[in-house]
């Protein structure tokens, strides 16, 4: 009994392992395959794909684990299956990307994350909880911080959509959400 429930464990993790390997391998054709679009030329209802730097609105939001401002976080954990492991949370704040032809916002409905990050030590962040957090979780749980920080690089895919005060904006749609990418496949 004992050997069929690891041999369950062990097919599981590895079909997990390889579903996020094809979809990251999917994801990042995507990113490669929609050429990109200079935000002056675009037209209203097209799949399009802009580079540019991303830019402060209004406000921004604190990182999950660290508290840095930023416009976008994707925090989650990973650790051994006893770990209680939280879910992953993630935090937008409204921006606009621009390049050498113009700017644009993006839309907070149906958005997709794929942003770069690192490891987190939470037990020297500065967050208020971050110590008991790591003193509970021990050292069975990484976490993981992904941003998106103001001026910085981005690559962003999205339908062009026309907002309620009549200004161009990106936007989700349907099964195909607005993606917010600063991985180097982004740029490619």
């Known amino acids: 009994m004992l050997a069929l429930t690891i041999g369950i464990v062990v097919v599981s993790s590895a079909g ?22 200079p935000i002056g030329t675009l ?20 990182a999950i684990y660290t508290g840095t401002p930023c416009l976008a976080c994707h925090g989650w954990t990973s650790g051994d299956e006893d770990a209680n492991l939280p879910a992953p949370d993630d935090r937008v704040v409204a921006f606009r990307v621009e390049d050498e032809t113009g700017s644009i916002v993006i839309s907070l409905s149906h958005i997709k994350l794929q942003l770069g ?15 008991i957090v790591a003193r509970e979780a021990g050292s069975a749980v990484t976490y993981w911080e992904d941003r998106l920080d103001a001026d910085t690089r981005v690559a962003v895919i999205g339908y062009v959509v026309t907002g309620d005060d009549g200004t161009l904006r990106l936007a989700g749609r349907g099964d195909e959400p607005l993606v917010i990418a600063n991985g180097s496949a982004a740029f490619e």
Request: net charge positive.
């Open 16 to 37: 997990f392992v390889g579903w996020m390997m094809w979809s990251l391998k999917r994801d990042r054709r995507k990113l490669r395959e929609l050429p990109r679009t």
């Open 43 to 62: 037209t209203t209802n097209t799949r399009v794909r802009v580079i540019g730097t991303a830019r402060k609105l209004d406000a921004d939001v604190s």
């Open 117 to 131: 990050g690192s490891v987190v030590d939470v037990a020297k962040t500065k967050v208020f909880g971050a110590s």
